[in-house]
Nanobody
Framework: QVQLMESGGGSVQAGGSLRLSCAQF????????LGWFRQAPGKEREGVAS???????????TYADSVVGRFTISQDDTITAMYLQMNSLNAEDTAAYYC????????????????WGQGTQVTVSS
């Protein structure tokens, strides 16, 4: 059974940076999507960034308009961990952040992720 575990959340002042990590355990798939989602209090969960991995090669990254140019999603060479580098953070980025995955798939779609981590809180103070 595949498990995902996030780390790296915390509190930061506006304009600062944080790097979230997501460790994958128990996966054996060659093609999959990895993504980061967030949910702020009183709001629906939204997709932030995703990448498609094909036999360990990351491709086809996608970003929400609100984070383009500020956030970067990546996967490490061992393909057991995924990251979200978040720069120029602002108060609107405050949310619980979740990593997610969908295995044995040929393209990433926000509504098809079905494996989730437990979440990590990011709080940005102005």
């Amino acid at each position: 059974q595949v498990q995902l575990m996030e780390s790296g959340g915390g509190s930061v002042q506006a304009g600062g940076s944080l790097r979230l990590s997501c460790a994958q355990f128990g996966y054996t798939y060659a093609r999959y999507c990895l993504g980061w989602f967030r949910q702020a209090p009183g709001k629906e969960r939204e997709g932030v960034a995703s990448l498609y991995s094909d036999f360990g090669t990351s491709s086809a990254t996608t970003y929400a308009d609100s984070v383009v140019g500020r956030f970067t999603i990546s996967q490490d060479d061992t393909i057991t961990a995924m990251y979200l580098q978040m720069n120029s953070l602002n108060a609107e980025d405050t949310a619980a952040y979740y990593c997610a995955a969908r295995y044995s798939i040929r393209a990433c779609h926000w509504d098809e992720f079905d494996v989730w981590g437990q979440g990590t809180q990011v709080t940005v103070s102005s």
